[in-house]
């Protein structure tokens, strides 16, 4: 199944086969006054959160995995809240890991210090029995500080800290959508945490950057997107790009 599903994601999630995503990867709206968000209270999105991330633990397998990518919310005129505490509480798997992904460019604050970070919680159907390809993702062997036997010569763990830049507006890959992963951030993802013909779920599929990944590596995908706009240039963008690796 390779398909962008266009609807929203309370629809049409309830429709899907249980048990059948070993790999689910996305990024909400965070109630951050983006275009496509809905200026809803705390409480709201607390509601909207919970809702959607109950359908997941179902249409993972036994051994599936669920990648998160957060931000912070406003919560006042120079308030943020982080919102990997809103989201903890709610998600009923396995939670492994925080990864910092760090950026440069964006807006600058003057009142308080600006945001150059995000987060991905990384989370499980069983946190003892996981698909994690170390040796798929490790650093280029030339980054190891210095020669010692011990190192792997595939290169250095990655760690818990990521940089990947933004895709800036006006680069040759940006697409409409204002919240576009790096696509090398997302086939790292990927590639430590499926096998190649694994499912690859995202249920706001945005630009299509984890269908195009996925899609690039050698595994099935499953995208929604209720935006039309999205919806179109995400299908046009991955038709356009399949030319390249098939």
Known sequence: ????????????????????????I????????????????IQQY????????????NLLTDRG??????????VGPNSTLPLTYLYYPLIDLDFIQEIVWHYEGGMAYKKRFTHRTERWMWYAKDQNDIVF??????????????????????GKNPTDHWYFDRVAFGGK????HPCQYPLSMIERIILACSNEGDTVFDPFSGSGTTALAAKKLKRKYIGIEKNK???EASLKRINKEEEIFT
């Open 173 to 176: 890959d940006k697409t409409s």
């Open 229 to 231: 706009d999205y919806y």
């Open 65 to 74: 995995q669920f990648w998160l990518n957060v931000g912070y919310t406003k």
């Open 46 to 57: 607390t509601d909207f959160a919970r809702k959607w991330t109950s359908y997941i633990p």
């Open 1 to 24: 199944m390779d398909e962008i599903i266009l609807g929203d994601c309370f629809d049409v999630m309830p429709t899907l086969p249980k048990g059948k995503i070993d790999l689910c």
């Open 133 to 154: 390809n170390l040796d798929s993702v490790r650093l280029d062997p030339s980054l190891n500080a210095r020669y010692d036997k011990r190192n792997n010569p595939l």
């Open 26 to 41: 996305c990024s909400p709206p965070y109630r951050a006054n983006k275009e496509y968000e809905d200026k809803i209270s």
